[in-house]
């Protein structure tokens, strides 16, 4: 495999990955999550779950990722010895698919966001206005041009396409966003959603624990990419040297304050406005902020940053989306990259543009189904790395440095005996509210 594409340097490798991380998931789905459990007792649990269960878990898919030194098929095929192997990264496969397809129609509401925040189109009725573009026509129309731009990047490989995009965009990202955390602070009526967001309230979390975890495990592995192969196939194009307990500690550390960052300016600035931010769940975060923004002087600009923002963390995720199955059609099937780009973005224009249409859909596609396909493909990993590889998956973890070897142990008990037992526990809330 001495032509396949790799990451110039592991410093590329951890913007890309981060890139890839931070996404809606952190800007738009956690600081409603967030705001709709209860602020600080959600914040909490959270960030135990990150430490807990999605940094082994984020581990076990880099560890199945350098090792098999291949995309998910024909990787898990090898690591496992047996057909089921290709089934589950073919299933990957599927499931990077699935959610690219909601993912890139929610993509294209920000591209609009973005080109019509500076004149302020939706400044009037925000309610109005989102529910006039969010399903139907236009929303096919910016959903093309969002995976045109996916696309273009993929097309250009891991090291010219990827790696050089993630390392402009993802300090963007971080760059823009702090200066909106800092502007947010100067805002009068903020103070009240810093306490929300911030104060811990012993009694909430000790009166909704149980309805507080599964929300905040699904966000904790949604926000790190878990269980789609799609950190599997970033980490293939790694080398020995890279450390890999290293680079998920820097690369969940980072994916976590890129979203309590984000929550720092949405929280306190609906809060502001005497918006509640619980109410009405994903598409409300659009309308509440356009009502903020509305009534905030230099709304426009601070609008357009937000957008523009938003939309580049939106890029990045996209295009480790589409990287999975673009390298399976390269790697397994030998299709030249920039025409298995092309194929498969024609598939996702046509299944993204049924879900723009029909919004039903897209909330069971965007909620449950992708829940429940990445909580089934974690499990099968967990699974992998904790059962069946074992000694491989300890030297995996160890090369590159000495560094985290006290950490290996536990990492391995984690994951194989913790992470299953927690992620079928997720799973089986998923399919209790699916058969509720
Ligand atoms: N982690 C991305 C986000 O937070 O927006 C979403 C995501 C990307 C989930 C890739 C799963 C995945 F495989």
Same mark, same amino acid.
């Given at each position: ?5 790799? $990451? ?25 999550? =967030?705001? %709709? ?9 959270? #960030? ?7 940094? +082994? ?6 560890? #199945? ?10 990787? #898990? ?76 990047? @993929?097309?250009?490989? &891991? ?8 390392? @402009?965009?993802?300090? %963007?990202?971080?760059i823009i966003l702090l200066g909106l955390a800092v502007w947010t602070a100067t805002q009068p009526g903020t103070a009240a959603g810093y306490a ?15 309805? @507080? ?53 949405? &929280? ?22 356009? =009502?903020?923004?509305? =009534?905030?002087?230099?709304? *426009? ?23 999975? +199955? ?15 780009? @092309? #194929? ?5 224009a046509a299944t993204g543009s049924g879900l723009a249409l029909t919004s039903s859909v897209f909330q069971f596609v965007s909620g449950t189904l992708a829940d429940l396909m990445l909580t089934v493909g974690l499990f099968a ?5 904790? $059962? ?16 985290? *070897? ?31």
């Amino acid at each position: 495999m001495s032509d396949r594409d790799s $990451w110039i340097s592991n410093l590329g490798f951890v913007l890309a990955a981060v890139g890839g991380a931070a996404g809606l998931g952190n800007i738009w789905r956690f600081p409603w999550l =967030t705001a %709709g459990n209860g602020g600080s007792a959600f914040l909490i649990v959270y #960030l135990l779950v990150v430490v807990g269960i999605g940094v +082994p878990g984020l581990l076990a898919e880099f560890v #199945l990722g350098r090792c098999g030194r291949q995309t998910p098929t024909a990787a #898990l095929r090898s690591l496992t010895g047996s057909r089921w192997g290709s089934w589950l990264g073919a299933f990957n496969v599927l499931t990077t698919l699935v959610i690219l397809s909601f993912y890139s129609v929610v993509g294209g509401w920000i591209l609009r966001y973005t080109l019509v925040s500076p004149v302020g189109t939706y400044f009037g009725q925000p309610q109005q206005y989102f529910g006039a573009m969010s399903f139907g026509l236009e929303a096919v129309a910016f959903h093309l041009l969002f995976l045109g731009i996916v696309a273009a990047i @993929v097309f250009f490989g &891991i090291s010219n396409g990827i790696e050089r995009v993630s390392k @402009v965009m993802l300090p %963007g990202v971080v760059i823009i966003l702090l200066g909106l955390a800092v502007w947010t602070a100067t805002q009068p009526g903020t103070a009240a959603g810093y306490a929300f967001y911030l104060s811990f309230d012993a009694e909430y979390l000790a009166a909704n624990f149980l309805s @507080v975890i599964g929300p905040a495990a699904g966000q904790a592995l949604f926000t790190l990419s878990l269980g789609a192969g799609v950190m599997l196939t970033y980490a293939s194009y790694l080398d020995d040297n890279a450390s890999l307990p290293r680079d998920t500690l820097v690369i969940a550390v980072s994916n976590t304050f890129i979203g309590v960052l984000a929550g720092l300016v949405v &929280i306190p600035l609906l809060f502001s406005q005497g918006v509640d931010p619980g109410q009405g769940g994903p598409g409300a975060l659009f309308v509440a902020l356009a =009502t903020a923004f509305a =009534t905030l002087p230099g709304g *426009e600009l601070v609008a357009t940053a937000f957008f523009v923002t938003v939309l580049m963390a939106a890029v990045t995720s996209g295009i480790s989306l589409l990287e999975t +199955p673009v390298a399976t059609l390269v790697d397994s099937f030998g299709v030249p990259r920039r025409r298995a780009t @092309v #194929l498969v973005s024609v598939l996702l224009a046509a299944t993204g543009s049924g879900l723009a249409l029909t919004s039903s859909v897209f909330q069971f596609v965007s909620g449950t189904l992708a829940d429940l396909m990445l909580t089934v493909g974690l499990f099968a990993f967990t699974v992998i790395v904790g $059962w069946l590889l074992r000694g491989d998956a300890l030297a995996e973890f160890r090369a590159g440095t000495a560094r985290f *070897e006290w950490l290996a142990k536990p990492w391995l008990l984690t994951v194989s005996w913790v992470l299953p037992v927690v992620v079928l526990f997720l799973l089986t809330n998923t399919l209790a509210s699916l058969a509720g």
